[in-house]
Nanobody, 122 residues
Framework: QLQASGGGLVQAGGSLRLSCTAS????????LGWFRQAPGAEREFVAA????????QYADSVKGRFTISRENAKNAVYLQMDSLNTEDTAVYYC?????????????????WGKGTQVTVSS
């Protein structure tokens, strides 16, 4: 029901824009989030946006470099990633939350898309 896209290989300092679209149901009233998982590591929170886009949260590691946005008319959420570094290499997942407000907790999100690989080379 959620499908992430836009990943790829980019050099350090470069940018990528991830997209996530939903099918089969709408998530207009739900918070949406992005998480990532590097090899051998646990899935970690990256960014989240509330139901109407009026509130956002970011992990400290991406603040000032990543921007989350949503477009409810298209049932989509985006993650603009700038100034990428090698530590950003991971599989990125989008997810829809149980409620309208943002949360950094993995358990808050009950719909998950298949991930998209982001690889940043030095």
């Amino acid at each position: 029901q959620l499908q992430a896209s836009g990943g790829g290989l980019v050099q350090a300092g470069g940018s990528l824009r991830l997209s996530c679209t939903a099918s089969g149901r709408t998530f207009w009233n739900n918070a949406l989030g992005w998480f990532r998982q590097a090899p051998g590591a646990e899935r970690e929170f990256v960014a989240a946006i509330n139901w109407n886009g009026g509130s956002t949260q970011y992990a400290d590691s991406v603040k000032g470099r990543f921007t989350i946005s949503r477009e409810n008319a298209k049932n989509a959420v985006y993650l603009q990633m700038d100034s990428l570094n090698t530590e950003d290499t991971a599989v990125y997942y989008c997810a829809a939350g149980r409620g309208a407000s943002t949360s950094q907790g993995t358990n808050y999100y009950n719909y998950w898309g298949k991930g998209t690989q982001v690889t940043v080379s030095s």
